[in-house]
C-alpha cells in the first residue's frame, strides 16, 4: 500500500454524515478555483469549479464556497459515502496565467 | 476511450540513467502540462505547451526536458537521474479558452 500523504491534514466523519473541507488561497488576483479529488493511485479527478465573480456553485451532492474578501474556499459534500473517501485538493488560477496553483490537499476518510 | 493516457505507469530505474514519460490525450485539446506529485502528496506544476509552444517552465532543472511532437503528446524526457526525481509525474490537458484541467492516471518513478 501507499505510504505517502501520512502527514496530510485528515477529515473522519461517518457515512451519511456532510462533509467540509476548507481551503485558504494565496492571490487575491485568481480568478478561477477547483476542487480535485484523488483516490489512491488515480489522477486527480474534477468535482467542480468556480470563478471568482460567483461565491457559490451547486454540483450533485457538492457546494463550493468562495469568500475573496478572506481568501477562502470550501468544499461541501452532503450525505458523504464511503467512496467519496479520497484526498481532496483545491487549486486556484492566477488571471491571465494558464497555470494552476494546489493547496496541500485534505484525506477525507468515511467510516461506514 | 477519451482520456488522457500516460506510459509507463510504474519507472523503477537506477540514479544516472536517462528515462522518458509519454503521454497522449484524444480529447483535442490544445494545451498540456506535466505535474509533480511529491510524498506529501503535493503537486505542483512543471512545464505547459500549447499547441507544442512551451509556455510554462517552472524552474525545473534543464535534466527535465519536455518533447511536444504534436499537440496531442507531450513527452517528458529525464537526463541524469537523481534519488529526488523519486515522485508521481502526472500529464494534464485542458480546451481552448477553459481552465479545467483533465489529468491522467500518473507515472510512479523510483529512483534507487
Known amino acids: 500500500g501507499e505510504s505517502v500523504g501520512l502527514h496530510l491534514p485528515t477529515l473522519s466523519v461517518q457515512e451519511g454524515d456532510n462533509s467540509i473541507i476548507n481551503c485558504a488561497y494565496s492571490n487575491s488576483a485568481s480568478d478561477y478555483f477547483i476542487w480535485y479529488k484523488q483516490e489512491s493511485g488515480k489522477g486527480p479527478q474534477f468535482i467542480i469549479d468556480?470563478?471568482?465573480?460567483?461565491d457559490k456553485r451547486q454540483g450533485q451532492r457538492v457546494t463550493v464556497l468562495l469568500n475573496k474578501t478572506v481568501k477562502h474556499l470550501s468544499l461541501q459534500i452532503a450525505a458523504t459515502q464511503p467512496g467519496d473517501s479520497a484526498v481532496y485538493f483545491c487549486?486556484?488560477?492566477?488571471?491571465?496565467?494558464?497555470?494552476?496553483?494546489f493547496g496541500t490537499g485534505t484525506r477525507l476518510l468515511v467510516s461506514p | 476511450d477519451t482520456a488522457v493516457s500516460q506510459t509507463p505507469k510504474y519507472l523503477v530505474t537506477q540514479m544516472g540513467n536517462d528515462k522518458s514519460i509519454k503521454c497522449e490525450q484524444n480529447l483535442g485539446h490544445d494545451t498540456m502540462y506535466w505535474y509533480k506529485q511529491d510524498s506529501k502528496k503535493f503537486l505542483k506544476i512543471m512545464f505547459s505547451?500549447?499547441?507544442?509552444?512551451?509556455?510554462i517552465n517552472e524552474t525545473v532543472p534543464n535534466r527535465f526536458s519536455p518533447k511536444s511532437p504534436d499537440k496531442a503528446h507531450l513527452n517528458l524526457h529525464i537526463n541524469s537521474l537523481e534519488l529526488g526525481d523519486s515522485a508521481v509525474y502526472f500529464c494534464a490537458s485542458s480546451p481552448q479558452g477553459l481552465d479545467e484541467q483533465f489529468f491522467g492516471p500518473g507515472t510512479r518513478l523510483t529512483v534507487l
Open positions: 487549486a486556484e488560477k492566477l488571471l491571465g496565467f494558464q497555470k494552476l496553483v
Open positions: 505547451y500549447n499547441n507544442k509552444e512551451l509556455i
Open positions: 468556480i470563478r471568482s465573480n460567483m
